[in-house]
């Protein structure tokens, strides 16, 4: 490794959290993939998990369940009536990996297969 470079984790996480309410880390990303997120990224798909829930919570208003994954809405019923139940922590949030330059973030699914695989909500 060349001196003043830094080893990257080979995948990021986005969480789909608007960027004000995002914790992650400003990350450049693929020109087709700005519009549509925030372009802050997770080391861990933990954190993106942890992000996106405090937002529900926080922001939204939702009530955490019994469980880590299931949140009640609000009372006012301003958010729907139904509860959310979040994919759980280790596999939450779009995976990214890098660029060939190592430069910037793009989908980890490519090709035809990259819609057969979910997506990330995004909050906006």
């Known amino acids: 490794m060349a001196e ?8 990021m996480y986005l969480c789909g959290t608007p960027k004000q309410y995002c914790s992650g880390a400003q990350s450049p990303l693929n020109a087709g993939m700005r519009g549509a997120s925030s372009g802050k ?24 369940g019994d469980d880590t994954r299931s949140l009640f809405p609000p009372a006012d019923g301003s958010q729907g009536t139904e509860v959310r ?6 596999r939450f949030g779009a995976r990214l990996r890098n660029g060939k330059e190592g430069t910037r973030n793009m989908p980890h699914v490519r090709g035809h297969h990259a819609g057969s695989r979910g997506g990330c909500i995004v909050s906006s």
């Open 4 to 11: 003043g470079t830094t080893k990257r984790k080979p995948y």
């Open 41 to 64: 990224t997770h080391l861990s798909p933990e954190g993106a998990f942890s992000c996106h829930k405090k937002y529900l919570v926080v922001v939204l208003g939702f009530t955490p």
């Open 85 to 90: 139940i979040l994919t759980k922590a280790t």
